[in-house]
């Protein structure tokens, strides 16, 4: 598969494109933190009740192979830019300023824009507004997200929450619930703007840990600062994070009337997944088996994630894809659906999947790639795979669909799996190269 290149002559502020019409559609994308493939019912998973996301997979569309990157920033940085990392991660926390979002091309072109939830991506007090989103409510963005009482450290990103509001601070502290301020923030921001197209980015706060009480929880306490410890009630993990899970679907059945009550339903794009696995020591059933929670790891533990699409009468009802999907083709599908063109001056590793969407075959891919570095410099892992089997860049060979936790490398090849293998290997051969090399500091020469 060539990388996409949709090219235009014209700068990108004064593109003219068929995003004119009135008709232009709504975007709500919708990311939970922390959720792997096997916690949604309607992906075959028990452990867990989602009744608002089955019903948007029963009434539109599910797909079976989408996958982000193994952690939360790489794959911030990834579903924004719609560049595999392998090109522009530098540092965990940090998205580069240089870099163009999605939200960037929609507001070019007349879209109201909007983030709420985890930001993580640079603290600088603009950060928000510099990446293309007018309006913003969110934890971890000038602050760490933290505070210190009494030589104690709490994490205040649910009970009485630290946010900032386009980087202004603000402290809660009379039982607000963060996620709810969040989900509150944009069904407001739906409202405002629904007399034009409007792009809603939601990377929920939920389920990330600590795994902690939430307000429909039975021990929910409206008094406490958070969670002093990073993963929350040892005790209490599992009951916890399915209390967690219920919560966010609900917030996203929120966000789902919002844009009923407003009138723009038919006219809204509603896409939902999860940036990574599901964390440890969490365990769902998946169609009869157990999954652990592999947050951070390159197997599908880590990486396999929800991936529903529902916009009324564009969507087929009830549709169930096997197409691979990744974090790189968010952000051209996105565009297309709004009639956007990419600059040419944009190399954009994903391709959209809106034919899909829309009922029809596309143009699915073969393969996807992954780049994988935690702070962007030590332990890096790389690898190529297509739905069934996963080559390594240190040539590790498995087939995924019958060794799900990588342990056995395949070694006595059929001839159907060398052939794979060789169209793998030609995929990492192609990114051999891609990795930018850091500038040399005045004064000194680039070792050979």
């Known amino acids: 598969m060539a990388l996409v290149h949709l090219a235009i002559s014209l700068p990108l502020a004064a593109e003219a494109t068929a995003s004119d019409s009135p008709a232009r559609p709504n975007i709500v994308l919708i990311m939970a933190d922390d959720l792997g493939y096997e916690c949604i019912r309607a992906n075959g998973g028990t452990s867990h009740q989602t009744p608002v996301l089955d019903g948007l997979a029963s009434t539109g569309m599910r797909f079976e192979h989408c996958y982000a990157q193994p952690l939360c920033t790489p ?7 719609g560049i595999y990392n392998v090109r522009n991660y530098t540092k965990f926390g940090v998205l580069p300023r240089k870099e163009k979002t999605f939200a960037h091309l929609l507001k070019d072109h007349g879209y109201a824009t909007c983030i709420a939830g985890k930001w993580q991506l640079g603290s600088e007090k603009d950060s928000a507004q510099h990446f293309g989103f007018e309006q913003s409510c969110l934890w971890y963005h000038t602050r760490g997200g933290r505070s ?20 202004e601070e603000k402290e809660f502290t009379s039982g607000e619930y963060g996620p709810q301020i969040c989900a509150d923030f944009i069904c407001d921001f739906i409202d405002k703007n ?19 009480p939430t307000p429909d929880s039975s021990d929910w306490d409206p008094e406490r600062l958070g969670s002093t410890d990073y993963k929350g009630d040892r005790r209490d993990h599992q009951r916890l994070f399915g209390d967690m899970l219920a919560y966010a679907d609900k917030l996203v059945g929120q966000i789902v009337s ?11 794009l509603i896409l939902f997944t999860g940036d990574n696995g599901t964390d ?49 083709d968010f952000l051209p599908t996105l565009c297309e659906t709004a009639g956007v063109s990419i600059p040419k001056t944009l190399t954009i590793d994903g391709r959209s999947f809106l034919p899909q969407l829309q009922g029809k075959r596309g143009t699915p891919r073969e393969w996807i790639y992954c780049w994988y570095s935690r ?26 669909s019958k060794d799900v936790l990588e342990q056995n490398v395949l070694k006595d090849l059929t001839p159907e799996e060398q052939q794979v293998r060789t169209r793998l290997h030609q995929v990492l051969a192609q990114y051999t190269d891609a990795r930018p090399v850091p500038a040399t500091p005045k004064g000194q020469k680039r070792r050979k």
């Open 280 to 328: 440890q020591p969490i365990v769902s059933t998946l169609n009869g088996s157990p999954v652990a929670g592999g947050k951070g790891s390159m197997t599908d533990a880590g990486t396999r994630v929800p991936l529903i699409a529902n916009w009324p009468g564009t969507i087929p009802e009830g549709r169930v894809s096997a197409d691979l999907v990744d974090f790189s």
């Open 194 to 212: 629904k007399e034009k197209p409007f792009l809603v980015y939601y990377p929920m706060i939920l389920t990330h840990c600590p795994f902690d």
């Open 148 to 167: 210190m009482e009494d030589g104690i450290k709490y994490d205040r990103r649910y009970v009485n929450p630290l946010l900032e509001f386009s980087g």
């Open 258 to 268: 919002q844009v009923e009550k407003s009138g723009v339903r038919d006219n809204t």
């Open 75 to 81: 794959s911030r940085v990834q579903i924004m830019t």
């Open 375 to 400: 702070d962007g410099k030590t332990n890096i892992q790389e690898s190529a795979r297509n739905q069934r089997y996963k080559l390594y860049r240190t040539g590790e060979f498995y087939d995924v």
